[in-house]
Every structure is written in structure tokens, then in C-alpha cells.
């Protein structure tokens, strides 16, 4: 199988020399692309500079993860359009953005406040991406009315929209694909427990439906338990050929044409 992961995290690896072992599992299980996450300033230049050592392999994408979010929020959003005009290699999306209450603090006021700055950031941040006519890479747990009805008051191509680790059921995904979005699955899939994300990625339909491992997170069946990696993609791919009732071989070319349709590459 030719399989791309569309949101991973490299940098974890990078910074434990664990990179290149990494790498080499993730080709020797069959990834021919990998696009690596951009959350904060922290990390934006070293995978630009890691998708420029890779040509082909490692793509990359920049943006300010709502988990990231902190009262510096301006200056942070503000060092983001320099990565599409000033460097030598360009993201294939803005993200990850969006909102998150879920790690909100418990404090109400203090949740409140960075809740507000998760809003400014994630306007800012739509308003780049509608100027860039470029992918946009959602972040969204516990706020997914939110997201929606933020992103259809920025006027963003909702077609260049994707909701990554969709976690949501079908009348969420409904929600997306009437406005021409979609959804991007994680080892969630293959978790027992999760008969609506099956749900939802049927509802996306294969013709639609990425891939993803959020790595070193969310690591599918039978590794779970385990951190996770991109070459655990593989697994993750296997069981939704089953899940749409296809060939890995279909899956596979499917979701990999989808990958390169979706982020240009």
C-alpha cells in the first residue's frame, strides 16, 4: 500500500534523535507522504526546514494550535504569512487552528478569558487562510458549532476545510459536507467504542475520506497503549478497508489521491 499521513507531529521525534528511525518505519510500512503539523512558533521553522531536507516526503503546515493559545497570541499569528511569501518552502495548509474547551482551565473566568483568545486567534488565523486561498487544518474538541459558524462567517472556501481527528458522529459530518468540508481519521477508527466516528467516515464516503495518525497520539489497534507513529498508519488504513467494505489496495489509492488532491501536493 501507498499510504500518505496527512497530520502527524514530528516534533517530539526530532528533538529525541528518533527522527530518522521514524522515517524509515514510516516508508518501510508503505507512507509515501507525511505532512507534519505546525502548533506554535516553536516548531513552524524546523519543519520547514525538515520538509526542505525531504522533498516528496515530509510536507509540513504552519498555524497556532488553540492549546497554544496564551495572552501572546498576536505576535505568534502575526510571524505566520512570512512562512508562504518569505520561505523557501512553503506550507500545504494553515493549521492547526480552531477551539478547544476541552483542556480549558477549571477556573470559569480564567477559562473564559483564554476561550477569547482562542476566538481572536482562530478569526485572525481564518482571515490569513481566506487571503492565502489556502488548506485550512481544523482543531475542534468541544466546539464544533463553534468552528462552523465561525468559519462560515470568515467566508473561507468551506471545499479547503478539513476537520482533522474527526471524533464527531453523522450529523456533525452532515454538517461539513453540505458546506463541501470534510473530515480526517485517526486510529480512532479502530477503536471498539467508536461505532459513530465508523459512522461518520461512512457518511464522509471514501471518495472524501484521509487519513491520519496525529502521532505520537491516539495510536490505533493493536498497538494501542503504545505511542503512536506514522508507520502505525497502516493499520489504521487496513481496518477501513473493511470498514467501506474495500480492498487495502482501494483504500489505499483512494485515500492517497485524496491526500494529494486536498493539500496539492
Request: aromatic share 10%; hydrophobic share 40%.
Amino acid at each position: 500500500m501507498s499510504l500518505i499521513d496527512t497530520h502527524t507531529h514530528l516534533e517530539s521525534f526530532a528533538r529525541q534523535g528518533a527522527l530518522p528511525a521514524i522515517l524509515k518505519r514510516a516508508k518501510e510500512a508503505g507512507l509515501s507522504a507525511i505532512i507534519t503539523i505546525g502548533t506554535s512558533p516553536d516548531d513552524w521553522s524546523m519543519y520547514a526546514e525538515l520538509a526542505r531536507e525531504n522533498p516528496g516526503f515530509i510536507y509540513y503546515t504552519a498555524g497556532l494550535h488553540p492549546c497554544a493559545v496564551d495572552a501572546q497570541w498576536e505576535p505568534a499569528v502575526a510571524q505566520l504569512a512570512a512562512f508562504w511569501s518569505g520561505s523557501p518552502t512553503r506550507p500545504v495548509a494553515l493549521g492547526e487552528c480552531g477551539l478547544d474547551r476541552f483542556h480549558l482551565p477549571k477556573d470559569p473566568a480564567e477559562a473564559e478569558q483564554i476561550f477569547g483568545w482562542q476566538r481572536a486567534a482562530f478569526t485572525f488565523q481564518l482571515e490569513l487562510a481566506k487571503r492565502l486561498a489556502c488548506p485550512l487544518v481544523v482543531h475542534s474538541r468541544g466546539a464544533f458549532r463553534e468552528c462552523v459558524e465561525m468559519i462560515d462567517a470568515s467566508g473561507v472556501d468551506w471545499t479547503r476545510v478539513v476537520f482533522h481527528c474527526f471524533t464527531e458522529g453523522e450529523a456533525e459530518m452532515a454538517e461539513l459536507t453540505r458546506r463541501g468540508g470534510v473530515g480526517s481519521f485517526t486510529g480512532v477508527l479502530t477503536y471498539k467504542n467508536a461505532d459513530n466516528v465508523r459512522a461518520a467516515a461512512k457518511a464522509l464516503g471514501l471518495g472524501r475520506f484521509m487519513l491520519e495518525t496525529d502521532a505520537p497520539y491516539l495510536t490505533p489497534m493493536p498497538h494501542r497503549g503504545k505511542p503512536n507513529e506514522p508507520a502505525y498508519l497502516r493499520h489504521t488504513a487496513e481496518f477501513a478497508a473493511g470498514v467501506f467494505g474495500v480492498s487495502q489496495e482501494e483504500l489505499a489509492t483512494t485515500t492517497t489521491a485524496n491526500a494529494r488532491r486536498f493539500f496539492g501536493l
